[in-house]
Structure formats: structure tokens, C-alpha cells
């Protein structure tokens, strides 16, 4: 029997901790459903806000969607309730991505609630930075705090090597000259960039102009250029680090369940490296493309599939982007 009234000002609450997630373009590609009888919030992805031609396996939009669900895990250890999460719960439904059973935390819970709670000041402060970082190396044993969280959730974080790192900035620049050509990747992606020209729509979602960061002199850094054709008016240019530190979140399969589970970790891996001090951004152009995110993986790791690539360092935290409100992404029942 759960004590806590979950009101539906305290179930707000946790959706509005959750949906500070992050996602493909800042598409937000999540709706949530609570349902009183049954103390249960279900989690949807939103059809109207899947990109067709840059992720048409919805792979992307199950990241997002995991992600959220992580902070929703986050927020409700915060009000000292455990959230058991029961992923993909319909089969006849592709887009109904889980059931989280809202409960009164039990004395036993209270290691994971403690380390969950702990991270939801984190949730605020989480920002992608398209900054430059510094060359400053991240300590070994912050790096093997971020792996331990991953597999908390049953993923990897591989931290490659110099090599490694080489081939995956190559993707990076291949999947640059893949988008360039293609016209319906460059428009989708348009579609979700805020250029902050005069008489612009206001939007709630999509990438604004102030998180786009500056133009990069040397590309070394493996940072998305959401505007190659300067729509933004007087965006500088920066040199980027020499020599990124970067991170791969992969799982041993390749399914809607690891995906969810991938973004799971990508939350718990974030909000960790922002309570240890760091920056961080989010590369998936390489892995867009089919023909490219075979190569991102290390033949000799058994991480089978790579989901994330993940830059952190120590640079500016950047500013938070906008979010739908909760009452556009939360229905009750």
C-alpha cells in the first residue's frame, strides 16, 4: 500500500523532473499517462515528433524516451517512492515503451533510492555544451565512476584509446559529408533549429540559436554544426580541443529493449559527470548512418552495439534549452 498521495501536483512534479532529459534535436519525442486506479505512470513516444529520414528505426527517439524514464526514477526516489519499471509492456503497441509502477520505498531500497535521489540536483544542471572544453584530462577514477554507472543500468561506457578515438573522429567527419549531401537529412534537421530571426515562431522544443555554440576553426572536436549554412547571425568561431576525451555507450544487442536501456545509462552516465564537475555533449551524427556506426565499435571490445558517443571535459556547462510544458506531455486517467 503507497502512503505518499501521489497527487496530481506530485506526479507533475516527477514528469517535469524527467522531461529535463535529453533527445535527438531536443525533440522531447515523449507523452506520459498516469493512471490513479493502478498508481501508474505509462510512457509513450509521440509520432508526431520522430525524424523519418535521420532515425527510421526509432532508435534515437528510444534513447530520449529512456532517458526521461531515468529521470522519472530519479525524481520519484527524490519523494522516497521506487518506481518498478516494467519496459515495452504491450507488444501490440511499438510506441506504449513502458509501465512504471509508482510504490512506497521498502527499507531495503534504500542504497539504489539513496544513489538515485542523490543525483536529482543534477537534473537541472545537466546541459549539453557545444562550447569549447579545455585540454585538461578527466582523472581515471571519475572515468571509471561514470563506466560503473552504465552498468548499472546493463550497458558499457568504453573509453577508447588514441586510435580509437582517431577512427571514430573520422566517422565523425564522413557522417558531416553524408548530411551535406543528402537534402532531406539537412531539412529535417532545419526543421529543428531555432535560428532567432525576427518573426520566427516561438517554439518550446528544437535547438536554439545560444546553444549552438560557436563555429569551430579546426574541426577537432567531434561537435554537431546544427547551422553549416550561417542562418545564424553573428555566431563566432572558437578553437575546440586538440584532443577530445570522449566516451561510448553501447550494448551487447541491438533491440527496443537496449535502447531504452541505453538511455537509461546515458541519463545515469550524465547527470553522474555533472555532479563530478564535468562538461559534457552528445555526437550520434556518425551513427545515423548505416553505413557508419559499425565502424564507431573496437573490434576487440564486446560491446556489440555503440548507441551514444559521449564528449566530456572540462569547458562551459552551457544553457538550458526549452521544454514542453507538462501539461502538453501529461495526461491523467
Given at each position: 500500500m503507497i502512503t505518499t498521495a501521489?497527487?496530481?501536483?506530485?506526479?507533475?512534479?516527477?514528469?517535469?523532473?524527467?522531461?529535463?532529459?535529453?533527445?535527438?534535436?531536443?525533440?522531447?519525442?515523449?507523452?506520459?499517462?498516469?493512471?490513479?486506479?493502478?498508481?501508474?505512470?505509462?510512457?509513450?513516444?509521440?509520432?508526431?515528433?520522430?525524424?523519418?529520414?535521420?532515425?527510421?528505426?526509432?532508435?534515437?527517439?528510444?534513447?530520449?524516451?529512456?532517458?526521461?524514464?531515468?529521470?522519472?526514477?530519479?525524481?520519484?526516489?527524490?519523494?522516497?517512492?521506487?518506481?518498478?519499471?516494467?519496459?515495452?509492456?504491450?507488444?501490440?503497441?511499438p510506441w506504449h515503451l513502458a509501465d512504471v509502477r509508482l510504490e512506497e520505498a521498502a527499507e531495503a531500497d534504500g542504497e539504489e533510492g539513496g544513489e538515485l535521489s542523490a543525483l536529482r540536483p543534477a537534473l537541472a544542471e545537466r546541459h549539453t555544451s557545444r562550447f569549447p572544453f579545455t585540454e585538461e584530462r578527466v582523472p581515471a577514477e571519475i572515468l571509471d565512476g561514470l563506466r560503473a554507472a552504465a552498468l548499472l543500468e546493463g550497458c558499457r561506457l568504453v573509453v577508447p584509446g588514441d586510435w580509437h578515438t582517431e577512427a571514430v573522429m573520422g566517422l565523425v567527419?564522413?557522417?558531416?559529408?553524408?548530411?551535406?549531401?543528402?537534402?532531406?537529412?539537412?531539412?529535417?534537421?532545419?526543421?529543428?533549429?531555432?535560428?532567432?530571426?525576427?518573426?520566427?515562431?516561438?517554439?518550446?522544443?528544437?535547438?536554439?540559436?545560444?546553444?549552438l555554440g560557436p563555429?569551430?576553426?579546426?574541426?577537432?572536436?567531434?561537435?554537431?554544426?546544427?547551422?553549416?549554412?550561417?542562418?545564424?547571425?553573428?555566431?563566432?568561431?572558437?578553437?575546440?580541443?586538440?584532443?577530445?576525451?570522449?566516451?561510448?555507450?553501447?550494448?551487447?544487442?541491438?533491440?527496443?529493449?537496449?535502447?531504452?536501456?541505453?538511455?537509461?545509462?546515458?541519463?545515469?552516465?550524465?547527470?553522474?559527470?555533472t555532479l563530478d564537475g564535468l562538461a559534457t555533449s552528445l555526437t550520434s551524427q556518425p551513427l545515423e548512418w548505416p553505413e557508419l556506426r559499425p565502424l564507431a565499435r573496437d573490434p576487440l571490445s564486446t560491446t556489440g552495439f555503440v548507441q551514444m558517443v559521449i564528449r566530456v571535459g572540462y569547458g562551459p556547462r552551457g544553457r538550458a534549452t526549452p521544454r514542453r510544458p507538462v501539461s502538453e506531455v501529461l495526461a491523467f486517467a
Open positions: 501521489l497527487t496530481r501536483t506530485l506526479v507533475a512534479s516527477l514528469v517535469e523532473d524527467a522531461v529535463t532529459a535529453p533527445s535527438m534535436h531536443n525533440a522531447q519525442p515523449w507523452r506520459f499517462v498516469h493512471r490513479a486506479a493502478t498508481d501508474t505512470v505509462e510512457l509513450y513516444g509521440d509520432p508526431s515528433r520522430e525524424m523519418p529520414r535521420a532515425d527510421p528505426d526509432r532508435r534515437a527517439l528510444h534513447l530520449g524516451c529512456g532517458a526521461a524514464l531515468f529521470g522519472l526514477r530519479v525524481a520519484a526516489a527524490h519523494h522516497g517512492l521506487r518506481a518498478v519499471v516494467r519496459p515495452l509492456p504491450d507488444p501490440g503497441d567527419h564522413a557522417s558531416e559529408m553524408f548530411e551535406a549531401a543528402d537534402a532531406r537529412v539537412r531539412a529535417e534537421i532545419a526543421s529543428w533549429t531555432r535560428t532567432g530571426a525576427a518573426g520566427e515562431d516561438a517554439r518550446t522544443e528544437g535547438i536554439p540559436s545560444y546553444a563555429r569551430q576553426y579546426d574541426v577537432t572536436s567531434p561537435v554537431r554544426d546544427f547551422d553549416p549554412p550561417r542562418r545564424v547571425a553573428e555566431r563566432g568561431a572558437a578553437r575546440f580541443e586538440r584532443d577530445p576525451q570522449i566516451a561510448l555507450l553501447g550494448t551487447a544487442k541491438d533491440t527496443p529493449r537496449e535502447w531504452l536501456a541505453a538511455g537509461q545509462a546515458l541519463q545515469r552516465v550524465l547527470l553522474r559527470a
